[in-house]
């Protein structure tokens, strides 16, 4: 039995682990993406995370590509009872700038996008909706009262916020709490075995004070710590390997081998372990990883029953830290 943890005071809860949709009709196709689908419920998974913008990086792709083939799978298994929608609003209707999305939290695109992204979902309410990622030029008054008017007109049930510093994290809280708008039960940041430092702190501290779930993204470090990339010679291997040369370095080979040694004890396989590590985590609610294949999904859901030992999580701490 998966025990549920609260994605803070919204009144929901979910699973220890998320399942991340970026991959979703980009790298999985349809087919393949129905199968993980299936096996992360089937599991005991709740939530699916999704996002406006995924994947308008890929060729001939505008965005909302993984929300729709969600939607897709709604409507053929009929399972929106059992599952819990995130998505995101803040980088579509953006310009490219330098190669990148800059992301824009104006209200009118935040309604705008909201609507497109249930007309895509084919569902009457979004679970969990985040601010993707900070837009300083947008006033947080304004950001955080269009998402409020989401929830009191019952289209989102929840408000997250992504990729915000421990300021702006606190300075989003004292908005909500000064204009009495619905508070902010979730913050999604960056966070995994070799890059700890990125939550831990500060940031981890101002989401945990204000009573707010944590689900981190890039918790397998773009698949480092599945160990498929061990040497400069693995970074082929996949289209994000090239992201990997940093954890090449430094304690990435150290965590490696922890995980190898923990691997050697339990029979699990190292993106299990890394995500059971992640689970165990002060303030974690979840971590959201994403599948390519049955397998991967397999790797992925083994770690909602994993039970690491303390002293496997401190050797575990040891390596990472």
């Not at 309410?125 to 300083?136: G, N, V």
């Not at 006033?139 to 019952?154: C, E, M, N, T």
């Not at 339990?266 to 974690?284: D, Y």
Request: glycine fraction near 10%.
């Amino acid at each position: 039995m998966v025990t549920k943890r609260a994605i803070g005071n919204s009144g929901l809860s979910v699973a220890p682990l998320a399942l991340g949709g970026n991959v979703f009709d980009w790298t999985a196709d349809e087919a393949t993406s129905f199968a993980i689908l299936d096996k992360f419920v089937d599991a005991g998974g709740t939530m699916i995370d999704t996002a406006d913008v995924y994947s308008a990086w890929a060729p001939g792709h505008r965005g909302g590509e993984s929300e729709a083939l969600i939607g897709r799978w709604l409507k053929r298994t009929g399972k929106r009872d059992q599952v819990i929608i995130a998505s995101k609003v803040g980088f579509m209707d953006a310009k490219m700038v330098d190669g990148e999305f800059v992301s824009s939290l104006d209200p009118q695109v935040i309604a705008r996008s909201c609507d497109a992204s249930l007309e895509r979902l084919g569902v009457e309410a979004i679970d969990l909706y985040y601010q993707h990622k900070d837009d300083p030029s947008v006033p947080l008054v304004d950001s955080l009262g269009a998402f409020d008017a989401l929830v009191k007109s019952g289209k989102i049930r929840s408000v997250g916020v992504s990729q915000f510093t421990a300021e702006r994290v606190a300075e989003a809280v004292a908005v909500t709490q000064a204009e009495g708008l619905t508070p902010i039960s979730a913050l999604q940041p960056w966070y995994n075995m070799v890059e700890r430092e990125k939550l831990e702190g500060p940031l981890r501290d101002a989401a945990t004070s204000a009573g707010m779930a944590i689900f981190t993204f890039y918790s397998l470090a773009n698949g480092f710590l599945t160990g498929k990339y061990r040497s400069s010679d693995d970074l082929g291997k996949s289209v994000r390997g090239m992201r990997n040369v940093a954890y090449l370095e430094g304690r990435g080979m150290r965590v490696l081998a922890a995980l190898d040694e923990v691997a050697a004890e339990s029979g699990a396989a190292l993106a299990s372990i890394a995500l059971a590590w992640t689970m165990a985590q002060p303030g974690i609610t979840a971590p959201i990883a994403s599948a390519t294949s049955l397998a991967q999904a397999e790797e992925l859901v083994a770690a909602l029953t994993l039970e690491l030992t303390a002293e496997q999580i401190g050797r575990l701490n040891d390596a990472s830290g």
